[in-house]
Nanobody, 117 residues
Framework: QVQLVESGGGSVQPGGSLRLSCAASGMIFRIYSMAWYRQAPGKQRELVARITNDGITNYADSVKGRFTISRDNAKSTVYLQMNSLQVEDTAVYYC???????????WGQGTTVTVSS
């Protein structure tokens, strides 16, 4: 059974930074493109960053230049470095397969990011 466990969220002021981690198990992690998603209160879940199995990255316009996605296939872990955080980045963040390339797995519990002054 696939498990996705996100961590690293917290509360920060605007302009701050956080690094999220997502540990995957029960899947052949290295062959899949992975992505980070977020869901703000009252909004649909959106894809914010994705990384192919060989490290090619792509970002939503709203986070481009501020967020960096990376992966460690040896650890079956995907990361999201978030810099210059804005109030609008407040959301629950999830990782999963890139939904543009195949079905997603059951969602993990996510990790909450709150940006406020």
């Amino acid at each position: 059974q696939v498990q996705l466990v996100e961590s690293g969220g917290g509360s920060v002021q605007p302009g701050g930074s956080l690094r999220l981690s997502c540990a995957a198990s029960g899947m052949i992690f290295r062959i899949y493109s992975m992505a980070w998603y977020r869901q703000a209160p009252g909004k649909q879940r959106e894809l914010v960053a994705r990384i192919t199995n060989d490290g090619i990255t792509n970002y939503a316009d709203s986070v481009k230049g501020r967020f960096t996605i990376s992966r460690d296939n040896a650890k079956s872990t995907v990361y999201l470095q978030m810099n210059s955080l804005q109030v609008e980045d407040t959301a629950v963040y999830y990782c999963n397969r890139d939904r543009n390339l195949g079905p997603v797995y059951d969602w993990g519990q996510g990790t909450t990011v709150t940006v406020s002054s």
